[in-house]
Nanobody, 127 residues
Framework: QVRLVEAGGGLVRAGDSLRLSCSAS????????MAWFRQAPGKEREFVAA????????YYADSVNGRFAISRDNAKNTVYLQMNSLRPEDTAVYYC????????????????????WGQGTQVTVSS
């Protein structure tokens, strides 16, 4: 069973940066596509960014493209989300998610396509 643990959330001001991390255990991390989602109060969980097993392809929601960057270090079993130029509308609980894909280039923007989820980390951006 894969276990994902997020860290790095906090309270920041608009324009600041944060880096989230998600550490994985219990599986072969390099065989997993990984993604970040977020959920604001009263809203559905939404896609933020995804990265394939090798890190060679990355995908972003339009709302964060150019401000956020997803990356992974397979040697450390960790995926990151660098968030720059944060806005109040980025306030949410951020979740990392994973799905075993082997060496395929599969990835997805749908919450329904990921098998494993972390517990979430709160990011609050004040104006």
């Amino acid at each position: 069973q894969v276990r994902l643990v997020e860290a790095g959330g906090g309270l920041v001001r608009a324009g600041d940066s944060l880096r989230l991390s998600c550490s994985a255990s219990g599986g072969t991390f390099s065989s997993y596509a990984m993604a970040w989602f977020r959920q604001a109060p009263g809203k559905e969980r939404e896609f933020v960014a995804a990265i394939i097993w090798s890190g060679s392809s990355r995908y972003y929601a339009d709302s964060v493209n150019g401000r956020f960057a997803i990356s992974r270090d397979n040697a450390k079993n960790t995926v990151y989300l660098q968030m720059n130029s944060l806005r109040p509308e980025d306030t949410a609980v951020y979740y990392c998610a994973g799905r075993r894909t082997g060496s395929s280039v599969w990835t997805s923007t749908s919450v329904y396509d990921y098998n494993y989820w972390g517990q979430g980390t709160q990011v609050t951006v004040s104006s």
